[in-house]
């Protein structure tokens, strides 16, 4: 052990003695390609995440399909749609419809415009005639309807 005393006249501590303020070794140092690869891996994670975060929001349609109102009725009037007809067409629109896709807002499209698009998308959603009917007078009443 080195015990020699300094310019000043201390003497030199032994180079086995522990620090002063009782610090523990924090150990070995973990290999620099590790630290990156977990830093990489948590910074990929909170991308990933802020992605699908953003593609849920931005799909989502947070206003739920028009209720079955006095006016959506008058509006159904056309089309000699009940309102038993109107309630079971959105009642079908909202289960049938987000199977594959989220639902659309009912002024997307005009009434004009429904009949086409729930005829091209029947088949994926196994429509039948009644259903397709039903959605449709829905639809074309909901679509007319000043909300």
Not at 34 to 45: D, E, L, P, Q
Not at 72 to 86: E, G, Q
Not at 115 to 135: C, E, F, H, K, Y
Request: net charge positive; proline share 10%; with cysteine.
């Amino acid at each position: 052990m080195n015990t020699s005393a300094c310019s000043l006249g201390h003497r030199a501590r032994p180079l086995s003695a522990k620090p002063v303020a009782e610090v523990a070794h924090p150990g070995p140092r973990p290999p620099a390609a590790a630290t990156t690869f977990a830093h990489r891996s948590r910074w990929v994670g909170r991308v990933v995440s802020a992605i699908i975060t953003l593609f849920i929001v931005s799909c989502a349609n947070f206003a739920p399909p028009p209720a079955i109102t006095p006016a959506l009725i008058a509006n159904a009037r056309p089309d000699h749609a009940s309102a038993k007809d109107l309630a079971t067409g959105r009642n079908l629109f909202v289960s049938r419809c987000l199977e594959c896709h989220t639902l659309p807002s009912v002024a997307k499209h005009s009434p004009d415009e429904w009949p086409t698009l729930v005829s091209r998308m029947s088949g994926r959603a196994n429509l039948s005639a009644s259903d397709q009917s039903a959605i449709i007078a829905y639809l074309r009443a909901a679509s007319t309807t000043h909300h």
